[in-house]
């Protein structure tokens, strides 16, 4: 466990000291703010259940998305981030950060952790927009590294966190209801 501790020490400390630079701070700034408070992905689920007063198939894909979400947060942040209590890469290792110092404790990643959920969630409705909501879910993993507020064990369990709990909430949500089935187009 110490190794994996010094290895993740090193690459936050390589990132910080070689990747950080004045033109990528607004671009890792942005995605890791859409990520605050799981906002962004919030607010798609509302908007599909609004849309779905229409289009009844929007509206399950959003009471999907928000279910998984919730599962997600759940696990990452009302349980696992208290009991492993561990401190942020910046308290640890002594760098300043381009945001404000986070209250909370560094393991899971809180933001990647919704993002994948997210993303594994909108893969199962429509695969297209899955690969696009992927693409950003690792761009936003990779925003908290580059901000220095989670190691990459953070970071990848957050993924994995994500991923697994959105995959269980769906064929939770398929044991429910048969005909809770997605079309993947």
């Avoid at 599962?71 to 002594?94: F, I, S």
């Amino acid at each position: 466990m110490e190794m994996i501790q010094q290895l993740d020490a090193q690459i936050i400390l390589w990132i910080q000291e070689h990747v950080v630079c004045d033109g990528l701070n607004a671009p890792m700034l942005f995605i890791s703010k859409m990520g605050n408070a799981g906002w962004f992905w919030i607010l798609l689920g509302i908007l599909m259940l609004l849309y779905g007063i229409k289009n009844r198939n929007f509206a399950r894909c959003g009471l999907t998305l928000l279910l998984c979400l919730g599962t997600t947060a759940l696990v990452c942040n009302v349980t696992l981030k208290p009991m492993v209590g561990r401190m942020r890469p910046y308290d640890l290792l002594g760098f300043s950060i381009l945001v404000p110092p986070l209250a909370d404790f560094s393991f899971p990643s809180g933001h990647t952790s919704s993002s994948f959920a997210a993303a594994t969630a909108i893969y199962a409705m429509n695969r297209k927009w899955g690969i696009v909501a992927y693409v950003f879910a690792v761009l936003m993993g990779i925003s908290r590294l580059y901000l220095g507020v989670h190691f990459p064990t953070d970071v990848l369990a957050g993924a994995i966190i994500g991923f697994v709990m959105a995959r269980l909430t769906l064929w939770a949500l398929g044991k429910i209801n048969v005909g809770f089935q997605f079309q993947n187009r």
